[in-house]
């Protein structure tokens, strides 16, 4: 299969995919709750402001025909308008926060990934010894880390003691640099402001430590055990027995060894995802996870709604992504 | 029947002092839980104050009257984490129970059965799966309403799909086996082969799973708490606690944060550990190369 045929194929199967999402999504926010409006507003509301609520997010029309309006309007790339406010187009809404969270997980990737070598390389490289145990105790001890709470020791100590690093938000105020893809790092290069670039790293560091970190123990494992079979192989001893010095025999390891990890990262992604809420939330980062639970405090129930079927597409269409970028690594997927 | 036979194996060899695989995870996870699980359990007998009453001594550093301090109403803050603990594993708990009584049956149906339902349930929970966990709860406790029972629910959703998949895979290559193609031929019934053929060699396999999807959703629970989905104020729990620490950190005030963290990390490691034990223990052949 060539690879333009093998994206196609793919392209299409990710058609199923969407719709089950999407019907899993109406499922959970419509169906289950029975009256979503009611359990957000709790008891306290006036079933008047109820009602309105109700209209407003549709949920006055029979089920069959609020599926059938919410599957058209996503597959437009509607996501219905906010309920609170200016009544903005959620798709708007979203794109606002999106690029914050899009710098988070993008840097909190690079760390993770970095660690992940490292501490991997090094086990595999002592195979059996103590620094073998030790990095497999670090991999399983890093994944346990409550984010919040690693988080506010990282606030503790750089922040309120050491006073290094600020604890909470994305950059000085003063020094947000025009936008142009949303990404302040790169804005403030594209810009030439390297005043706001200094200010947009160093709010960038302790979120990104703390995600990447408790990321990274499930790539430490990966790359230990794909090293560790990799360094079995025969063509791995006959470079040893050429001569190659260590450095290069790892170089020439680590290039195999990295395939298998390419698979995982789509759902490391996920999980980056879910982390990336928390690491907000603990941060004042005013990304999607804020976004998200700011507008469940407000009742805001079409944003909630159509955030979520965003992370949803979001997550399909980096699965696709990784699938391609796989069958171009390794041509033998796409038989 | 062949998880119990094995267990007996080993403390046999513990006695005789022989080792066995995975020896040191197990120790060291059941070395945190139990000391945690009595703690919990015992919280009535051993709490010095009431957990949920306030007091004049506020902010307190941890000192020998208040061994991890006092939060800003003047609670106890080791009393609250005793206390708490009885809601983070009551939640986890109930969730766990729920997700396998689901996914496990649902599984090994599927896999058994085969055909287009199979494969249409299997893209169903491969969809869930890829969602992110703690977002999918997030959502789902959004629209039931803050409560215990609630959390469970959403965090019981999230982890059918695990459970739904350790079980398929498996069944589908034990259908394919020998001894099972034999039960067939002698026309054995579908109910025998299943629950006397395939399901107890599923045992060792969704034994691990079980600890260290444990392990996992002790986080999730505390990622909902922390985000105000399980429990409203005064009731104790780990994570909500952490959450209430929090506008007192740029003042310094450590105790009110450290803690409660420090009891959810303890309490998913000591699973994660024993999971991880327990996996080498029951399928060594799959031992880590």
């Known amino acids: 299969m060539g690879l333009g045929r093998f994206i196609a194929v793919r392209a299409l199967l990710m058609i199923p995919t969407v719709l089950i999402l999407l019907t899993f999504v109406f499922f959970v926010m419509r169906i289950i709750p029975g009256d979503p409006i009611l359990a957000m507003v709790g008891m306290k509301a006036p079933p008047q402001r109820i009602e309105e609520l109700r209209h407003m997010a549709g949920l006055d029309k029979p089920p069959y025909i609020q599926y059938i309006e919410y599957l058209w309007n996503v597959l437009h790339g509607d996501l219905g308008r906010s309920m609170i406010w200016g009544r903005r187009p959620v798709i708007n809404e979203i794109m606002d926060r999106f690029p914050a969270t899009l710098e988070l997980t993008i840097s909190a990737f690079t760390v993770s990934v970095l660690i992940g070598l490292l501490t991997g390389s090094m086990a595999a490289l002592r195979k059996g010894s103590k620094t073998d145990t030790a990095m497999r105790l670090y991999g399983l001890i890093a994944w346990t880390l409550f984010i919040p709470w690693f988080g506010m020791m990282l606030q503790i100590v750089f922040g309120v003691w050491l006073h290094w690093l600020p604890i909470a938000g994305r950059i000085d105020p003063d020094l947000a640099p025009p936008r142009i893809t949303g990404l302040y790092v790169l804005d403030s290069i594209l810009t030439g402001r390297w005043d706001s670039l200094v200010s947009a790293i160093r709010y960038l560091i302790l979120p990104s430590i703390t995600l990447g970190v408790v990321l990274s123990g499930a790539y430490t494992r990966l790359v230990r055990n794909n090293l560790v079979e990799v360094f079995g192989q025969d063509y791995m001893t006959t470079y040893r027995a050429m001569g190659l010095p260590p450095k290069s025999l790892l170089r020439k390891a680590l290039r195999n060894a990295f395939i298998p990890l390419i698979t995982m990262m789509g759902l490391q992604f996920a999980i980056l995802l879910a982390g990336a809420v928390l690491t907000e939330t603990t941060f004042s980062w005013p990304g999607m996870g804020t976004f998200l639970l700011e507008r469940i405090i407000y009742v805001d129930y079409t944003t909630v709604q159509g955030t979520i079927v965003f992370f949803a597409l979001f997550v399909a269409l980096i699965n696709f992504i990784v699938d391609i970028i796989y069958a171009i690594i390794d041509p033998r997927v796409r038989y | ?289």
């Open chain 2, 1 to 289: 029947m062949v998880i119990g036979m094995r267990i007996i194996d080993y403390l046999l060899r513990l006695r005789t002092g022989l080792g066995y695989p995975g020896k040191g995870f197990i120790i060291a996870g059941l070395g945190i839980l139990i000391p945690l699980l009595l703690m919990t359990l015992l919280a009535p007998l051993i709490s010095p104050y009431d957990p949920t009453k306030g007091s004049r001594d506020i902010l307190q550093p941890p000192s020998p009257a208040h061994f991890f301090g006092t939060n800003n109403l003047g609670q106890d803050l080791f009393s609250r984490i005793l206390w708490g603990g009885r809601v983070v594993l009551t939640v986890v708990l109930v969730s766990t129970i729920l997700s396998a009584a689901i996914g496990v049956p649902l599984g090994l149906l599927s896999g058994y059965l085969g055909g287009k339902i199979d494969r249409a349930l299997a893209m169903i929970m491969d969809s869930i799966y890829a969602f992110p966990g703690l977002i999918l709860a997030i959502a789902l406790a959004s629209v039931l309403g803050p409560s215990i029972i609630n959390a469970a629910a959403a965090i019981a959703v999230v982890y059918i799909p695990t459970y739904f998949r350790m079980t398929r895979g498996p069944t589908l290559q034990l259908k394919a086996s020998q001894y099972v193609e034999a039960a067939i031929a002698t026309g054995a019934p579908t109910k025998r082969i299943i629950f006397r053929h395939i399901l107890p060699n599923l045992a060792p396999t969704l034994t691990v799973v079980f600890t260290l999807n444990t392990a996992d959703s002790i986080l999730t629970e505390a990622g909902l708490s922390f985000l105000g989905f399980v429990v409203t104020p005064p009731t104790p729990d780990w994570g909500f606690d952490l959450k209430a620490g929090q506008p007192f950190l740029p003042a310094g005030y450590w105790w009110l944060i450290t803690f409660p963290g420090i009891f959810i990390i303890l309490l998913s490691l000591g699973f994660g550990l024993l999971g991880e034990g327990l996996n080498e223990l029951l399928s060594p052949k799959e031992k880590t190369i």
